[in-house]
């Protein structure tokens, strides 16, 4: 099944929960979390502490016009919300065995299509395309990990990576 993710690229604007921001300035800002490098792992994982507010999550390949198919998975200590701009797929509410407690988990399948949504890496002008997750995390949720699944055969996975970014609300 095929995901699309949409951007505004007119305005840069988006609108998340009726509240926009722009997707330009927020790139530009420092990143909050993520993988310090793109891997050619199958998954990545992330655990850190945010403070409550809302959030950007971007998936990416290192090179641009990379196809493959993503599961990004975000499990909180509390409470989240976790939303694709455009998808029409409802969240998915598992557990994770590897995880002590109760964690909350929302995932988002996706692909990365050529000449769409295929971006790169923060190295190209193009990494604003990449499919964009915000997610909120209440006060109640501070501790998170973040987990980046790539959908490859054997030896044949994409260098991937992801990086969070803290949204100002305009």
Known sequence: ??????????????????????????????VVAGTSSHSYDRQLHLQCELSPGYYLVIPSTFLRDTEGDFLLRVLSSGPITLSEITSHQPLVNTSEDDVKGNWETREVKGQWKKDVNAGGSRNFPSYCLNPTIPFIVPSKARLVRVTLRQHCQGKHCHAIGFHVYMVRII
């Open 1 to 30: 099944m095929e995901i699309s993710f949409y951007v505004n690229f007119i305005s840069f604007f988006l609108q998340v929960e009726k509240r926009r921001f722009n997707l330009q300035k927020t790139v530009l800002s420092p």
